[in-house]
């Protein structure tokens, strides 16, 4: 019989490569939002209104991005959580700036969570004029492990603008 042995600092050198390799493959496969027809990637214009749904999308998920300036709303309606309770998600408005993200508030969305038709939504106001997206900051408190799934997302930049 011939055993191998591998020094320490090789074993956890190995273990992390194998485990970033692992990583890597399962975000590659990771589940994406499904955006309704006709968008893209591009920043919307001003006074942005579009729908779209989310499939099992986990936390650090972005949405696409909108330009506005003063006001923008984002209602959630029938979210659910896989596995795990469907409770709560914290959802993170993000303004683009060419150094770093610029966060402007976060807000827990739990009403969606009733039913299928129950929505949540958050507004931001006194917006300066650029380019936006959110971002999925945490499931029911945690900022991994579960995925969510929203069966209808509207972003809406329409009132204040």
Not at 3 to 26: E, M, N, Y
Request: glycine share 10%.
């Amino acid at each position: 019989m011939f055993l191998s042995v591998i020094p320490t600092h090789l074993a956890k050198a190995r273990f992390a490569a194998v485990t970033g390799v692992l990583a890597a493959s399962l975000l590659g496969s990771a589940p994406m939002a499904n955006a309704a027809e006709g968008a893209t990637d591009t920043p919307q214009l001003t006074g942005t209104y579009w729908t779209s749904k989310m499939y099992n999308v986990l936390t650090g998920f972005e949405s696409r991005k909108w330009k506005d300036g003063s006001y923008s709303e984002i209602r959630f309606k029938g979210c659910s959580v896989s596995g795990g309770p469907d409770i709560s998600t914290r959802v993170d408005l993000q303004r683009v700036r060419s150094a770093w993200p610029d966060s402007h508030d976060k807000k827990t969305y739990k009403a969606c969570f009733r039913s299928g038709s129950s929505t949540s939504q958050g507004e931001w106001h006194g917006l300066a004029k650029g380019t936006y997206y959110f971002r999925i900051d945490e499931i029911n408190g945690a900022s991994g492990g579960l995925a969510l799934t929203v069966r209808k997302v509207v972003v809406d930049s329409t009132k204040a603008d």
